[in-house]
């Protein structure tokens, strides 16, 4: 089963438009981390986020925010006013004890995030 | 700079051929993590180190892949008879035990290979 779904593809905005980017993820364990990485043209994975089980406290870093919402198993990040610089690729990841007890990432597909200006 | 550091950026390669791809982690981190990653997907995980040991494999890591990582520093990974199936970004990720970044990983820039 897939551990981390992010069914939006491609999502394609207008500059100064908000955008939510949706992750749902599958883990029996009570203890794990959730993260985004974003993967801009260059390649280089860039470290977002890292948010564990047990803090389902939402954060806002600038423009970016995360709503963490265990009930739905639900990650999700929205970026408001987005910005030509925010187009890349971005890639939710879920790290348990399911992987043999070493906490290794999960990552899921990836939404392309294309900003328009 | 003290990022992760990978090289070569890129590797062409004729089938058949052995590559070996070195990556250096952050000095402090010794967690150290090589993942593979084709179009349209998410980085998949190959192996993993803490220290010098292997810890982990994953099943896509064949007979014909190996990684090293002897001193507990930089690793190798080596990709014998290399197919065209082979062609993919090769990330590698460092990551602490312990303190504020625990279990955060730093990716480095990737050994794009494209096997002919």
């Known amino acids: 089963a897939q551990k981390v779904t992010q069914a939006q593809t491609e999502i394609s905005v207008v500059e100064k438009e908000d955008v939510t980017l949706d992750c749902v993820y599958e883990t029996r364990d009570t203890t794990y981390y959730l993260f985004w990485y974003k993967q801009p043209p260059s390649g280089e994975l860039v470290f977002l986020i890292r948010?564990?089980?047990?803090?389902?406290q939402n954060e806002i870093s600038g423009r970016y925010s995360w709503n963490f919402q265990k009930s739905t198993s639900s990650f999700n990040f929205t970026i408001t006013a987005s910005q030509v610089v925010d187009s890349a690729v971005y890639f939710c990841a879920l790290s348990d004890l399911e992987s043999g007890g070493s906490y290794i990432p999960t990552f899921g597909r990836g939404t392309s995030l294309i900003v328009h200006p | 700079d003290t990022g992760v550091s990978q090289d070569p950026r890129h590797k062409i390669t004729k089938r058949g051929q052995n590559v070996t791809f070195r990556c250096d982690p952050i000095?402090?981190?010794?967690?150290l993590y090589w993942y593979r990653q084709t179009l349209g997907q998410g980085p998949e995980f190959l192996t993993y180190f803490q220290n010098e040991a292997q810890l982990e494999k994953s099943r896509l890591l064949s007979d014909r892949f190996s990684a090293e990582r002897p001193k507990g520093s930089f690793s190798t990974l080596e990709i014998q008879r290399t197919e065209q199936g082979d062609s993919a970004m090769y990330l590698c990720a460092s990551s602490p035990t312990s303190g504020e970044s625990y279990n955060e990983q730093f990716f480095g820039p990737g050994t794009r290979l494209t096997v002919l």
């Open positions: 000095s402090e981190h010794n967690r």
């Open positions: 948010r564990n089980s047990f803090d389902e």
